[in-house]
Nanobody
Framework: QVQLVESGGGLVQAGGSLRLSCAAS????????MSWYRQAPEKQRELVAT???????SYADSVKGRFTISRDNAKNTVHLQMNSLKPEDTAVYYC??????????WGQGTQVTVSS
């Protein structure tokens, strides 16, 4: 059974930083894309950032220049460094991993709250 466990969420003031981490355990193979999504109250879940196996990254326009996604393939982990946080970044952040067979795995979510 595959499990994704996120850590690093919390409460921070506007302008501050947080680093989210997600570690995969279990029988997870051939991971291609690792991503972070977020969902704010009463809003749809949105894609924040993705990093593929070859290291290519992509970001939502709202976080470009502030967030950095990175991965450690040997450890099946993905990180999201979030700088210059804004109140509108407040959401539950979810880790997502997808293998080459398009099977997706999700973490349980970690709360990020940015106070003004």
């Amino acid at each position: 059974q595959v499990q994704l466990v996120e850590s690093g969420g919390g409460l921070v003031q506007a302008g501050g930083s947080l680093r989210l981490s997600c570690a995969a355990s279990g029988s997870i193979f051939s991971i291609n894309a690792m991503s972070w999504y977020r969902q704010a109250p009463e809003k749809q879940r949105e894609l924040v950032a993705t990093v593929t196996l070859d290291g290519s990254t992509s970001y939502a326009d709202s976080v470009k220049g502030r967030f950095t996604i990175s991965r450690d393939n040997a450890k099946n982990t993905v990180h999201l460094q979030m700088n210059s946080l804004k109140p509108e970044d407040t959401a539950v952040y979810y880790c997502n991993m997808m293998n080459y067979y398009y099977i997706q795995y999700w973490g349980q979510g970690t709360q990020v709250t940015v106070s003004s």
